[in-house]
Nanobody
């Protein structure tokens, strides 16, 4: 079981950027598909994007296409979510999750086995 830890959240003004990180101190993430999700208060968890162990990426959420980019640095054992042009509606707790399954279809939280505790992102002026 992985122990994922997200970081990089915080308060940012509309139009600003943040980069979230997802790490595991004990295991290599390079063998896993890593997904990013978010959940705002009173709303369902939303799957955003995932990156396969091969580096292939699928972004599902239309709301973030063109603004959010997932990437991985294998040397640092870290997966990132670069978030640009942030909007107030992006305010949520952001989670990374891992699965050993090679995903092809849309991001589905049921496919992911290990989850981080989340990092809060607040977009406000």
């Amino acid at each position: 079981q992985l122990q994922l830890v997200e970081s990089g959240g915080g308060l940012v003004q509309p139009g600003g950027s943040l980069r979230l990180s997802c790490v595991d101190s004990g295991s290599s993430l390079n063998y896993y598909t890593i997904g990013w999700f978010r959940q705002a208060p009173g709303k369902e968890r939303e799957g955003l994007s995932y990156i396969r162990r091969t580096g292939g990426i699928r972004t599902n959420a239309d709301s973030v296409k063109g603004r959010f980019t997932v990437s991985r640095d294998t040397a640092k054992n870290t997966v990132y979510l670069q978030m640009n042009s942030l909007k107030p509606e992006d305010t949520a707790t952001y989670y990374c999750a891992a699965t050993s399954t090679f995903l092809i279809g849309p991001i589905d939280p049921r496919e992911f086995d290990s989850w981080g505790q989340g990092t809060q992102v607040t977009v406000s002026s």
